[in-house]
């Protein structure tokens, strides 16, 4: 059996504060981002990106996404390294946009409210509505997948497609 203590042994210590140095958790073929200085790092990585094609490629979940409900994840694609960031909104709460990187005091706000960098979506009304209402993150730079089909498609456009319709 352990004895319990109260005093913390300096092993667990150390191992609090390497797990708090953590910046991305690999998973697969992306990172889960969920302390402030992962974020730091990915807000960096997402400076002087290509704009063509878009970079970056994101979907927002939540719990009735939108301003009455909540937001748990941001998923974010970045097309040049392939890599995708599962951003915990649920954990940072609002540390996951105000949150600086170290090189020009980006942030993740300032990278989606900038429209000279280009961001797809599909379907992009909740998203920007939660956006807005929970974090003062006002979208620019949009580009809607939802609405380009909806935009060239040949026949009716009294009703927008789906993402498997679209796809189709």
């Known amino acids: 059996p352990i004895e319990e203590s109260n005093e913390e042994s300096p092993d667990v210590a ?10 991305l ?31 970056l490629y994101l979907d927002i979940e939540g719990v009735s996404l939108g301003r009455h409900g909540s937001v748990s994840i941001v998923q974010l694609l970045v097309l040049p390294t392939n890599l995708t960031y599962l951003i915990d909104i649920h954990t940072l709460r609002s540390a996951a946009f105000t949150t600086a990187g170290t ?5 993740l706000k300032s990278i989606l409210e900038d429209a000279s960098i280009p961001k797809v979506f599909f379907d992009v009304r909740n998203d920007s509505d939660a956006l807005y209402s929970h974090f003062s993150v006002s979208l620019a730079g949009i580009h809607d997948i939802q609405l380009m089909e909806l935009a060239t498609r040949p026949r ?5 497609h789906g993402l498997a319709r679209c796809i189709t």
Do not use: C, W
Not at 103 to 107: D, L, R, V, Y
């Open 156 to 160: 009716s456009k009294k009703f927008l």
């Open 14 to 23: 150390g191992a609090v504060e390497a797990l708090e140095q953590i910046t």
């Open 103 to 107: 090189t020009g005091g980006h942030t």
């Open 25 to 55: 958790r690999e998973v697969g073929n992306g990172y889960i981002v969920d302390t402030p200085s992962a974020v730091a790092n990915l807000v960096d990585s997402l400076l002087d990106l290509p704009t063509t094609p878009p970079s």
